[in-house]
Structures are given as structure tokens and as C-alpha cells.
């Protein structure tokens, strides 16, 4: 029988002690019929997207005054494997191609090697001349890391899968012993508000 729940966000499992905003989930198991007409099945695979508050420190809600962002993106390929029986195992491999980012002055929870710097500006009078605008600093880089809530993300996380402690108590069993493979990160800070992160997963689970 289908399963099929509904209730409070509120009460969803995760939201609300983590400050998680919203998390999405879709999965999927491939299958593929040999020549025999033989189906091949393997691991579910899907993506996982989720968007949380990263309050700041005292400190930094004094010091940081504009308009800022973060946040690095990795490439993973599938491929596919046969293994014993009717058994189709899926490899996530890196591709490299990182793209990390810092514009504008962001949280000391941030860090990355730059590489190249140049200034980017947002200027709009679409709401009226008055509208202020922003002039910043763009920095390219790699070695990207995050060392804030409620997910933790390091230069490693473009090479290998990762396992994601907010499913570690088994609310979700399905996602307990997944792995997770990080295809993007963001970070975006507009004052006076909270700022927020962003993640974007893809995942693999038997």
C-alpha cells in the first residue's frame, strides 16, 4: 500500500530544531533490460535539496552592513557496474570542474583560496531612483569550506561521498545509512535578515 502522510511542517522530522526552512526529496531506481530481456536493478538513487537559517554572531551582525554571497559547486558522473545476479551497482565519480565563490564581506565561517578577485555591482532604479545600489568584491577560488550549521561542508566534500548526522537518529530511515554527494552550496546574506544556506545533494542508498 502507497504511503501517504500530511501534516504541519512544523512537525516534519528535522525542520524545526535545525532551522531548516524547507528539504525536498525525490529518488528513483534505475533498472535496464539486457539483450535476454533480463532487468537489471540497483541502489536507489535520487537528490536532496535543502535550505536552513545560518544566524550570525553578534559580532558579525555589526560588522557585516552589505549585500553578500557564497558558495562552490561540484560535478559527479554516474556510472554503472554489474554485479552478481540481477544486481546493477552506481558509482558516482568526480569530474572536477570546482566553482567557489566569496562576493562581498561574508562570515568568518566561510573560507577559500582565491585565486582571481574583481569588483561586480547590482544597480537598478526599477524602484525608483533612490534605489541603492552595491558595488562588491568577486572572488574565484577553490578549497572551499563551511564550518556553520546545520551542515558542514569541506574541500573533501568534492571527492568523496559524506554522511549526513541530522539523519543519523533514524526519523528517515531510509536516509540513515545513505551517502550523500554534494553538488552545490550557497550561502546569501541580504541585511537586516537572517541569512540563509542552501544544499544540494545527490544520493545513493541500498
Known sequence: MALC???IAAEFPILGSLGIISANLR?????TLTAANTPLYGATTGDLSITAYAPL???????????????VNYNWERRYECDVGSRLIVHLI???????YKEGPVTSKI????VKGYTSFSASASSGPTT????????DGYNFAYTGDPIKVSANDGK??????????GQIPELAGAEFYLQSFSWDYTPPNVPTVTYSFLLSFS
Not at 568526480?94 to 567557489?100: E, Y
Open 160 to 169: 568523496y561521498a559524506k554522511t549526513l548526522e541530522i539523519f543519523s537518529a
Open 132 to 139: 541603492p545600489y552595491i558595488y562588491n568584491t568577486h572572488n
Open 27 to 31: 529518488t528513483n531506481t534505475e533498472v
Open 94 to 100: 568526480p569530474r572536477g570542474g570546482i566553482k567557489a
Open 111 to 114: 573560507s577559500m583560496t582565491t
Open 57 to 71: 554572531s553578534a559580532a558579525e551582525r555589526n560588522s557585516l552592513t552589505c549585500p553578500s554571497k557564497a558558495g
Open 5 to 7: 502522510e500530511c501534516n
